[in-house]
């Protein structure tokens, strides 16, 4: 990953860091108006939204989370909300986006669904299952341009109840999400980035109970930016 998110782990003394106590750069003891936001997006709950990102990743084939390097980062992006996306545990992305400007930031940190693969399954079964990895959060930090977010503990989200992974689909598979996720305000023009540490500890669990995940965005807000010359500010230009 790279030097930012590397450097806040090593603090830690550990190869995931538990940062989890670590003093949030954005707090009510600063200046600065925090970044995130858990109110009603376009009317919508965050819990809801986190559905939607799932409905969104599941209608890409996957695609979103198995991208090295943002190639297709605007797959399918629609609304006040643009989806960012995790991996699978496996790999480390640098991903580079343009994303317009004036547009909410949807993060996952880390999360689970747990998908309906047998009708016998109920609800209540399904939350269960979603939860279980989330109840082992073992550290989660997230650093907007180089700043630590805050204790990432305090984002769990739930979805509300299950939700069918088709909306317009009554027959789809029923699902239920639970997961660590922020929702970033739309962030001023220019370059940003967003790197995003986070592992399970399960004890004795399955296949994904220490999953980690380890990723990077560098944001290009209402356009590619590009430095002319040292010395020089960052300049915008068309995007691709």
Not at 225 to 230: E, F, L
């Amino acid at each position: 990953m790279r030097k930012g998110i590397q450097g806040w782990l090593r603090r830690g003394g550990a190869t995931m860091a538990v940062l989890l106590a670590a003093v949030p750069a954005f707090s009510a003891d600063t200046a600065a108006p925090s970044p995130l936001t858990r109110e009603p997006v376009g009317g919508v709950s965050l819990a809801e939204w986190t559905a939607r990102w799932w409905r969104w990743a599941d209608g890409q084939g996957g695609a979103p989370y198995l991208d090295p390097d943002g190639r297709v980062c605007d797959l399918g992006q629609e609304g006040p909300v643009w989806n960012l996306a995790g991996t699978n545990g496996r790999f480390r992305p640098h991903r580079e986006c343009v994303v317009p400007a004036g547009k909410y930031l949807l993060l996952p940190i880390i999360n689970m669904a747990h998908n309906q693969v047998d009708e016998r399954v109920s609800c209540k079964e399904l939350q269960a299952g979603a939860a279980v990895n989330n109840d082992y959060l073992i550290s989660a930090v997230v650093l907007l341009d180089g700043q630590p977010l805050g204790d990432m503990r305090r984002h769990r989200v739930r979805s509300e109840g299950c939700f069918r992974m088709d909306a317009d689909d009554e027959h789809s598979r029923l699902a239920a999400a639970d997961g660590y996720w922020v929702m970033l305000k739309p962030l001023p023009p220019g370059r940003h980035t967003l790197s995003v540490g986070a592992n399970y500890g399960v004890p004795d669990g399955g296949a994904y109970s220490r999953m980690r995940q380890s990723f990077e965005y560098v944001l290009h807000v209402g356009g590619r930016t590009q430095v002319v010359s040292r010395g020089q500010p960052t300049m915008p230009v068309a995007a691709p």
